[in-house]
């Protein structure tokens, strides 16, 4: 039953605006993602989604996500094992989370603030969303952690602040950038695989983007 409410979500969460559809919008909060970005135009967008947190009794909307991926040939073989698979089924497979989560191709993930969250809640969030996923590399995790701290001093994550996160084919690097201004890279492929995992593996914390994701994933692979 809640395959089934996220999948109809996605109906909600993914729509394309105007006839040149090059910008999705994420219903819940009203971001708007372009198709191909500008810095990477060979990254291609491939869900979005939200992330709700309740406080109290109340479920607030944190942020949106977005999931590119570059569509290589390379990047579809390794994804023909799912050809035919619905779309309900594929968000249930660790299969299809190790090979996009943990694979090595390129691939990049942005997160636009829905409301006004403290520096040290956000860099906390996402930390403690990482740590329970990734092996043997603490140092990496505590890297991550301080390039986002630098981009967040002063100014908090507030209301609209952009996050990109981008690993690049074969690099085991994930680099941070925040409102545009790169802050870092992080040398780990550990951390690559646990920081996509968050949004991709069967815990996802959005699961409204990765129903999206296997959507999309769903429609490559006709």
């Given at each position: 039953?809640?395959?089934?409410?996220?999948?109809?979500?996605?109906?909600?969460?993914?729509?394309?605006?105007g006839s040149?559809?090059?910008?999705?919008?994420?219903?819940?909060t009203?971001?708007?993602?372009?198709?191909?970005?500008e810095?990477?135009?060979?990254?291609?967008?491939?869900?979005?989604?939200?992330?709700?947190?309740?406080?109290?009794?109340?479920?607030?909307?944190?942020?949106?996500?977005a999931l590119?991926?570059?569509?290589?040939?390379?990047?579809l073989?390794?994804?023909?094992?799912?050809?035919?698979?619905?779309?309900?089924?594929?968000?249930?497979s660790?299969?299809?989370?190790?090979?996009?989560?943990?694979?090595?191709?390129?691939?990049?993930?942005?997160?636009?603030?829905?409301?006004d969250?403290?520096?040290n809640?956000?860099?906390?969030?996402?930390?403690?969303?990482?740590?329970?996923?990734?092996?043997?590399?603490?140092?990496?995790?505590?890297?991550?952690q301080?390039?986002?701290?630098?981009?967040?001093?002063?100014i908090?994550?507030?209301?609209?602040t952009?996050?990109?996160?981008?690993?690049?084919?074969?690099?085991?690097?994930?680099?941070?950038?925040?409102?545009?201004?790169?802050?870092?890279?992080v040398?780990?492929?550990?951390?690559?695989?646990?920081?996509?995992?968050?949004?991709?593996?069967?815990d996802?914390?959005?699961?409204?983007?990765?129903?999206?994701?296997?959507?999309?994933?769903?429609?490559?692979?006709?």
């Amino acid at each position: 039953m809640v395959i089934v409410v996220y999948f109809a979500f996605v109906i909600l969460a993914l729509t394309i605006v105007g006839s040149s559809s090059l910008e999705v919008k994420e219903k819940a909060t009203g971001h708007m993602y372009t198709q191909i970005p500008e810095d990477d135009k060979k990254l291609e967008l491939v869900g979005v989604g939200v992330r709700v947190k309740k406080i109290g009794p109340i479920k607030v909307n944190v942020y949106s996500a977005a999931l590119y991926l570059e569509k290589s040939s390379a990047l579809l073989n390794s994804l023909k094992a799912f050809k035919g698979i619905s779309t309900e089924k594929l968000q249930s497979s660790e299969d299809l989370s190790n090979a996009l989560g943990g694979s090595t191709h390129t691939k990049s993930i942005v997160l636009k603030m829905a409301r006004d969250v403290g520096s040290n809640t956000m860099v906390e969030a996402l930390a403690e969303s990482v740590k329970p996923r990734i092996v043997g590399d603490s140092s990496s995790l505590s890297h991550f952690q301080s390039l986002l701290s630098k981009g967040l001093a002063g100014i908090g994550a507030k209301k609209n602040t952009e996050f990109r996160f981008r690993s690049v084919s074969l690099s085991n690097q994930l680099s941070v950038a925040i409102n545009g201004v790169e802050q870092g890279v992080v040398n780990s492929g550990a951390l690559c695989r646990a920081f996509f995992n968050v949004y991709l593996d069967q815990d996802s914390v959005s699961p409204p983007l990765k129903a999206s994701v296997c959507h999309t994933i769903s429609k490559w692979l006709l």
